[in-house]
Nanobody, 121 residues
């Protein structure tokens, strides 16, 4: 079994900061890309940022310059530092990991359960 557990969500004022964390556990051989997605009510899930094993990052235009994604490969974790959040960043944030499980020849995408982020104006 593989689990992705997110933490760090909550209520934050616009212009403040918040840090999301996600840790993967279970019978994992390797983790490739990790990322954060979000889904607001009535909207489709969208990419916020992702990061390769080697640390190459990719951001949605809407968060560039405000959010920073990082990872700790030894701890199988990914983080999202949210600076200067805006009310439009309010959503459920999901962690994604593309990883290979023990006994499997290929990698699959696994999702966390989601953590709510609410930005007040």
């Amino acid at each position: 079994q593989v689990q992705l557990v997110e933490s760090g969500g909550g209520l934050v004022q616009a212009g403040g900061s918040l840090r999301l964390s996600c840790a993967a556990s279970g019978s994992i051989v390797s983790i490739n890309k990790m990322g954060w997605y979000r889904q607001a009510p009535g909207k489709q899930r969208e990419l916020v940022a992702d990061i390769t094993y080697d640390g190459n990052t990719n951001y949605a235009d809407s968060v560039k310059g405000r959010f920073t994604i990082s990872r700790d490969n030894a701890k199988r974790s990914v983080f999202l530092q949210m600076n200067s959040p805006k009310p439009e960043d309010t959503a459920t944030y999901y962690c994604l990991a593309n990883l290979r499980r023990t006994g499997y020849p290929i990698s699959f995408d696994y999702w966390g359960q989601g953590t709510q982020v609410t930005v007040s104006s």
